[in-house]
């Protein structure tokens, strides 16, 4: 045996009837549902549960595998210490997990536990579970701010840990879709909030997963999701594996969606290999998109192509139109990969003799020097996406009035410490956010003076 099923489900906790209080008979759909596939699973007798949780820690650049013998938690925080979940972890598998998941270079373990109680996104699935099946262990795994690819390659680690193991898995996916459906919601409406829920359950009542790579970052973010990585993991678990996909309910009554799916495996199908076929498609659009690179971004490009590969930095090419060599500038090289940053680097203003030299240097600069990020690897290479931002002149304004996130960059002074965002970014609506997002990076507290210059640029694709 092994893995035999996998679950998507949410966690609100209004669910509980001792935090509802009659209040979950509003979703008395999920409410349904959810007994309907705790039965399912409760039937293929899994001798090991594998939940993943996105409230369980999370790191940017880590996956959190929960520790030791096993773990409790209560809803006390929701009014309802009375209930209780308890939960014996297989360690074995945790244990063969962290090392195959280290043999593939992914970083996962066990360290970096800072509240070893379960979360209510690993109890309120496990509270209806258990009302028909105990004697399981369950295996506890947080999301991380890497990549879906990162997440899905997880999912592919669980699956092969179960085989080595032999014994039944069923997966558990913990996740609510959009928490932006109504106005009257914890986050309030967003148009993006009901267009996700419709993506996400056609992708998922379809076990089409492939599709779940289609989603960006900033369109997930507008959404207000919570699920989504949760979802990759649970693909990836499910890779190359022929299974029945059902949809189980659907609503949305309080601004949060809510969705349960039942992934049955049913064999092996080589053809569901959902990160190849996302692959596939995205070589398709990078061989496009590179086709039409302009000289700027294939010097960028260039210049990290030859650094990662050699460690060498190219001299200028004298090939370039003349503005590259008589103009100086502040440039920005921006790199992407899957659908996210993968890193950016650049400069107010013009440091080097032109802007071709600009170009050169906060191109390594981007690959290698940004902090968020671990330098670029070789492999990674044929996946990235770039562009280059040509600053104009900062100008000084009096007030965020004077801005327009598509047109202008902004600028925040106070002393020593700026801050800069460059306009037109994925996920920032509006000036008052763009202005928060460039304070933050300088360091520059809310109640805190502050001077605003704003700027246009010329991007290059």
Not at 16 to 43: L, S, W
Not at 83 to 93: C, K, P
Request: with cysteine; glycine share 10%.
């Amino acid at each position: 045996m092994a893995i035999t099923a996998a679950f998507m489900m949410p966690h609100p906790p209004l669910i509980i009837p001792e935090i509802g209080k009659g209040g979950e008979r509003n979703i008395q759909a999920t409410i349904d549902a959810y007994g309907q596939a705790a039965q399912r699973i409760a039937r293929l007798g899994p001798e090991t549960i594998v939940l993943i949780s996105p409230h369980q820690v999370m790191y940017a650049d880590y996956f959190h595998i929960s520790p030791g013998a096993g773990a409790s938690g209560d809803f006390g925080s929701f009014g309802a210490a009375q209930v209780t979940i308890q939960a014996a972890y297989d360690t074995d598998f945790v244990n063969l997990l962290c090392g195959m998941a280290q043999s593939r270079n992914i970083s996962a373990g066990t360290l970096g536990e800072r509240d070893p109680r379960l979360d209510h996104g690993t109890m309120v699935p496990l509270s209806f579970v258990d009302a028909y099946r105990t004697d399981y262990k369950l295996v506890r795994i947080g999301l991380s701010g890497l990549s879906l690819a990162a997440h899905y390659d997880l999912g592919t680690c669980v699956q092969d840990t179960a085989d080595a193991l032999g014994r039944r898995i069923v997966v558990i996916a913990s996740g609510d879709l959009s928490h932006r459906l109504l106005e009257s919601g914890p986050y309030g409406f967003r148009e993006e909030g009901p267009l996700y829920d419709r993506r996400i359950m056609d992708v998922m009542e379809r076990g089409a997963f492939e599709e779940l790579f289609d989603f960006s970052e900033g369109f997930c973010e507008k959404a207000g999701e919570c699920g989504h990585r949760s979802f990759a993991v649970m693909a990836g678990a499910l890779n190359k594996k022929a299974f029945t996909a059902k949809r189980y309910s659907y609503e949305g009554p309080f601004g949060v969606g809510y969705g349960i799916c039942g992934y049955e495996v049913t064999g092996s199908d080589a053809a569901k290999d959902f990160k190849a076929l996302y692959q596939a498609k995205e070589q398709n659009r990078l061989a496009a998109q590179r086709a039409k690179e302009d000289c700027y971004v294939r010097l960028a490009r260039d210049t990290i192509e030859t650094f990662i590969r050699t460690g060498e930095k190219i001299t200028t090419p004298d090939d370039l139109p003349k503005e590259l060599y008589e103009t100086q500038a502040g440039v920005f090289v921006s790199i992407k990969k899957d659908g996210g940053l993968r890193g950016c680097i650049g400069t107010i203003r013009a440091v080097q003799a032109s802007v071709a030299e600009e170009i050169i240097q906060n191109a390594i600069s981007a690959a290698t020097e940004d902090p968020r990020f671990s330098p670029v690897l070789k492999e990674e290479l044929p996946w990235l996406s770039l562009s280059v931002d040509v600053l104009g002149d900062a100008e000084r304004i009096d007030s965020e009035d004077a801005l327009d996130v598509k047109r202008y960059g902004v600028i925040v002074t106070n002393g020593s410490r700026r801050g800069l965002l460059l306009p037109n970014l994925d996920g920032v609506d509006t000036a008052a956010e763009q202005v928060a997002i460039a304070k933050r990076k300088a360091g520059i507290l809310e109640h805190e003076n502050m001077l605003l210059e704003r700027f246009e640029v010329v991007r290059h694709f």
